[in-house]
């Protein structure tokens, strides 16, 4: 199974940060990413699919990167809504795998 | 409007069988993947299992043999059979579709592995 690593486990920023977040990916998965919002007692938000393009509905905000093994999740000015957990997840086959989270927390 | 509306959650024995639904309005579940993912409390996601568009279905290793996904067309509903629990089966368990990436959840439903 093709593992994924987010990095940072936690990050406390403030509103209007630009907040980063890093997955890692063991094996290349070209472009097969998505990044999910989640927030305590729901289920999971899509907001990036196929590494960089934004969901329907999704703010302008968001945004994501990469290729291969490296991608990233950018929130360009974080708002108040946005402190949530956030998922990446390879999508390679049916076998689909998840980043262990990444939590947005306020400073 | 696309839903997606999970039932059948509930506190169950280990060794014990438990079947999961999914309702779907909106969309045709027929014509696209469907999948479960669960979530342990405090954890995080995990794909369980995922059906074809063609009936074909595929599990994840920790389930597989116990675990049976199903789909009813004409109700327009998706099944998760769990068979021989485990107390690592506790979880959310959410129905999603319609690709490899999940643009539809469910709400969830909380199946408690305990004796």
């Known amino acids: 199974d093709i593992q994924m690593t987010q990095s940072p486990s936690t990050l406390s920023a403030s509103v209007g940060d630009r907040v980063t977040i890093t997955c890692r990916a063991s094996?290349?998965?070209?472009?097969?990413l998505a990044w999910y919002q989640q927030k305590p007692g729901k289920a999971p938000k899509l907001l990036i699919y196929k590494a960089s393009s934004l969901e329907s509905g999704v703010p302008s905000r968001f945004s994501g990167s990469g290729s291969g093994t490296e991608f990233t999740l950018t929130i360009t000015s974080l708002q108040p809504d946005d402190f949530a957990t956030y998922y990446c997840q390879q999508y390679t086959s049916y076998s689909v795998t998840f980043g262990q989270g990444t939590k947005v927390e306020s400073k | 409007e696309v839903q997606l509306v999970e039932s059948g959650g509930g506190l169950v024995q280990p060794g014990g069988s438990l079947r999961l639904s999914c309702a779907a309005s909106g969309f045709t579940i027929s014509a696209n993947f469907m999948s479960w993912v669960r979530q342990s409390p405090g954890k995080g996601l995990e794909w369980v299992s995922t059906?074809?568009?063609?009936?074909?279905?595929y599990y994840a290793d920790s389930v597989k043999g116990r675990f049976t996904i199903s789909r009813d067309n004409s109700k327009n509903k998706l099944y998760l059979q769990l068979s021989n629990v485990r107390a690592e089966d506790t979880a959310v368990y959410y129905c999603?579709?319609?690709?490899?990436?999940?643009?539809?959840w469910g709400q969830g439903t909380l199946v408690a592995v305990s004796s």
């Open positions: 094996q290349s998965v070209s472009s097969w």
């Open positions: 059906i074809y568009s063609g009936g074909a279905t």
């Open positions: 999603a579709g319609d690709a490899y990436y999940y643009d539809k």
